[in-house]
Every structure is written in structure tokens, then in C-alpha cells.
């Protein structure tokens, strides 16, 4: 019999023999490992000792965070109105608990009449997007997917 | 409270910053040794920069 085929047969008999309550509590640390790195940038690869990856997630969404909101970019609320506004809020808020540290920071408001300001609302959606994708990258980790 | 004001970047240097972060952020998340890492980064940022200066270049008949 091929090596393959044994290897595939044992982990399907080791899927078997895990008892259902098992999976379920995997599933909820690794979801709650992905709400932690949703939260705080980099956390949730902290919690399981990746740190090369956290200290890079915490350090690159916070600096494009810093950035867009020194270059006066457009933080966006809830009460965006429009469907581009919405849309915009979902990935400010993407930086978890950094939203409000930019909301706080941004004592002055937004400035898009100049270039900066278009180029910080860049910054800003991007350091979301980019948490969510390394939040969803850190959940993926905890549930046993090579990362 | 710290207030980051006054900060002035030209295109091409906001555009640099942009690629440099997001090149660094994908290069921790998708390769796990340090040399690795640094390859993909150095590519990436190269990759950022040509598109972006190549379609502002293809842009520019338009500009005017």
C-alpha cells in the first residue's frame, strides 16, 4: 500500500476517534483567537506565541493608522448615510480597538479637499482590511490550517 | 493628548509608504523564515511600485 493512502487513512480514523465536544471547544478558541486579533492588532497571533506575526500586524496596521489620521483622513461612522459610507465605516472598524484610538487622535476632523486627506482615507481602509485579514489568518492557525 | 498634524507627503512618497507597509504585512503573514520574508518583501514593494508608477504613467494623457 502507498504511504500516501496510510497517512490519509490515519488521519481520517484520528478525525474519527476525536470525540465531538473536542471540535466544538476548538472551534470556540479559535474563534475567540480571531475576535482577539480583530480587537488588538497582532493578538491574536501573540496567543499563540507567533510572534514575528504579531509584532509585524501590530506595528503595520498601527503605523497606517497613525498615518491616515496625520494626514487627516476621512474616518467614517455609522451614520454614513450611503452605501460607500457604510461600506467605509465596516473597514475603519476593521482595526478593532485602534478605531477609537484614530477617533480620538483626529482631534481636527478629516481633510479631503487636499490630496493627503484621500491618501490618509486610503491608509486607514487599508489598515482595516489588513486586520481582518490577519485576525482571519490567526483564526485559521488556531484551528490547525498551516499558516 | 498627542495631535499627529502637519504632516506632508508627496504622492510618490505616500504611495511608497502605502506599498512598504502593506509589502511588510504580507510578507509576515505568508512566509515564516526571516529570509524568506525579506525576499517577499523586497518583491512585493518592487511590484507595488512599478504598477503604480506604470498606471499613473498610463493615466497621464488623460490628466490634461
Redesign the interface.
Known amino acids: 500500500m502507498p504511504d500516501d493512502t496510510v497517512t490519509e487513512a490515519t488521519t481520517a480514523a484520528a478525525a474519527i476517534a476525536v470525540p465531538p465536544e473536542h471540535h466544538a471547544r476548538n472551534e470556540i478558541f479559535a474563534f475567540a483567537i480571531g475576535v482577539a486579533g480583530w480587537l488588538v492588532p497582532g493578538l491574536g497571533h501573540a496567543l499563540q506565541k507567533m510572534w514575528g506575526r504579531a509584532l509585524g500586524c501590530f506595528l503595520t496596521v498601527g503605523a497606517l493608522v497613525f498615518l491616515g489620521v496625520a494626514m487627516r483622513g476621512n474616518l467614517f461612522s455609522s451614520e454614513g448615510g450611503d452605501a460607500f459610507g457604510m461600506l467605509g465605516y465596516v473597514a475603519d472598524l476593521g482595526t478593532g480597538s485602534f478605531y477609537f484610538a484614530a477617533r480620538a487622535l483626529e482631534t481636527q476632523g478629516s481633510d479631503v479637499a487636499h490630496a493627503e486627506g484621500d491618501y490618509g482615507t486610503r491608509f486607514l481602509a487599508a489598515a482595516g482590511v489588513l486586520n481582518l485579514l490577519a485576525a482571519l489568518h490567526a483564526y485559521e492557525a488556531a484551528r490547525g490550517r498551516k499558516a | 493628548?498627542?495631535?499627529?498634524?502637519d504632516?506632508?507627503?508627496s504622492?510618490f512618497q505616500?504611495m511608497t509608504?502605502?506599498a512598504l507597509?502593506?509589502s511588510?504585512?504580507f510578507?509576515?503573514?505568508s512566509r515564516r523564515r526571516t529570509s524568506e520574508r525579506v525576499k517577499y518583501i523586497i518583491w512585493s514593494l518592487f511590484l507595488f511600485l512599478l504598477i503604480g508608477v506604470g498606471i499613473g504613467w498610463a493615466m497621464f494623457p488623460f490628466s490634461r
Do not use: D, K, V
Not at chain 2, 1 to 5: D, E, F, H
Open positions: 493628548m498627542i495631535a499627529p498634524t504632516f506632508h507627503l504622492h505616500a509608504l502605502f507597509l502593506i511588510i504585512a510578507g509576515f503573514l
